[in-house]
């Protein structure tokens, strides 16, 4: 494309809103909108009853355990499904399961009869969803918009997951105080079925694996992709270590209500706070041109995450520790950016499910083994210890990965973006990235 002088050599201007000129991405990214403004209010009333009920940071830690289980077992079957049949009703079906289960949980605390046992139980089949829902939606974004947008598709849906997420969990601080935990599930009730309302008038096409069915052989050629591939695995290996080390979302009950004394309220505003620093960082990266150097924005970006997260753990401030906590957000968001672009881009589409599932089975799994882990070393020592050892433990990592693995961090977006355009139907169509001779930055 060459500008209004014709000249070839000049690259086009930066559109913002590129991808947003597109219906469906339109539809998609409404529907996610809606879905997690819902599901983050979900997962902060959930976390804030377990709290109320046992008063003990280790039940939320069992509550990542609860989540935990299925995204490990059962991801890898979802990503393989997402390769077979259509993206866009797998979505629908693993939304009716949190839906379903939201209902029990309004019932049963509005009728005073719910029990640890039964949030945990509920939580296990929210999170089997997940597993099917993740890797589908995941694989569907770049289906449905132009490759020559997708970068741009996926900062914006990047921006405005985090504006709806902003409201999702300080909504649900905000019903708590007012009309209960009750009043919450019912707002995410309402939510959900929004979010499938309008995705049901997304059109699209089904995966074409050419099995017809999802097999075992399916899965194992996913894994051996990722494999094989270095700058994904190492993504997915700075995501799930800094995560499981970093992360202080587990504890922010016991943070909000013991160490700040700000109550439900300003549990919600601390929640809020993260996404709230994720939708500026989101909006700034949208009205830039894209980052070319996705790896070396990565690996910076988890270390001063790993940083703000032991400045957080330390701090005895409400007005500081909300402060802390938008940086923490701002920074999470760069990293998510990074890392979606950089593995959808090295991906082709016929197994971006099963990459996609991958990807999840780290992220979620590492979120989930990282509340446990909040979780079991707060009740051992302290929420302060927890948080900020955490830090250290993931700063570390961070370190250790630039060294190791120097191909992550001279990644460049313009030595893969050719991929979206070259469909491969085996993994043998796509060579294994070796470690360069030198890793000069």
Request: proline share 5%; charged share 10%.
């Amino acid at each position: 494309m060459s500008d209004s002088s014709g000249d070839p050599a000049v690259p086009p201007r930066h559109d913002p809103l590129a991808a947003l000129r597109q219906v469906s991405f339109l539809l998609y990214t409404s529907s996610r909108g809606l879905s997690v403004v819902g599901l983050t209010s979900l997962n902060a009333v959930i976390a804030w009853q377990v709290y109320e009920i046992s008063g003990s940071a280790l039940n939320l830690g069992l509550l990542g355990l609860a989540q935990f289980i299925p995204a490990l077992s059962v991801s890898l079957i979802g990503g393989a499904t997402a390769d077979t049949y259509n993206r866009r009703n797998i979505i629908l079906i693993a939304q009716c399961v949190p839906l379903t289960c939201a209902s029990i949980l309004c019932v049963a605390t509005l009728g005073d009869w719910v029990r640890l046992e039964l949030i945990y139980g509920l939580v296990l089949f929210i999170g089997m969803a997940n597993a099917f829902e993740a890797p589908a939606r995941a694989a569907l974004l770049p289906a449905i918009v132009r490759p020559e947008t997708f970068a741009n598709a996926v900062t914006v849906s990047s921006t405005i997951q985090s504006f709806c997420a902003v409201s999702g969990p300080a909504l649900a601080g905000g019903i708590i105080a007012l009309a209960g935990v009750g009043a919450g599930f019912l707002a995410y009730i309402c939510f959900a079925l929004s979010s499938m309302l309008v995705l049901s008038f997304l059109k699209v096409r089904a995966a074409n694996s050419g099995g017809g069915k999802v097999s075992l052989a399916m899965v194992r050629e996913g894994i051996r992709f990722v494999r094989s591939q270095q700058v994904i695995l190492g993504a997915m290996s700075l995501d799930m270590f800094a995560v499981v080390f970093g992360g202080a979302t587990a504890l922010l009950p016991v943070y909000a209500s013991d160490i700040l004394e700000v109550g439900p309220a300003g549990y919600g505003i601390l929640q809020g706070s993260f996404y709230g620093g994720a939708f500026l960082t989101s909006l700034f990266l949208v009205f830039r041109p894209a980052i070319d150097r996705t790896g070396r924005a990565l690996l910076i970006a988890v270390a001063l995450f790993s940083i703000a997260t032991i400045a957080f753990g330390l701090s005895r401030d409400f007005y500081l520790s909300l402060a802390i906590y938008v940086v923490i957000g701002a920074l999470d968001r760069v990293s998510v950016v990074m890392r979606q672009t950089t593995i959808q881009l090295a991906t082709p589409d016929e197994l971006r499910g099963r990459v996609s599932a991958v990807n999840q089975s780290f992220i979620g799994a590492s979120n989930q083994i990282g509340a446990m882990e909040s979780g079991f070393v707060a009740a051992l020592t302290s929420a302060t210890f927890a948080v900020v050892s955490g830090g250290a433990a993931a700063l570390a990592v961070t370190g250790l990965i630039r060294t190791r693995l120097p191909l992550l961090y001279n990644y460049r977006v313009s030595t893969a973006v050719g991929s979206m355009r070259q469909p491969v139907t085996s993994i043998a169509a796509v060579p294994p990235q070796e470690q360069p001779a030198s890793s000069s930055p």
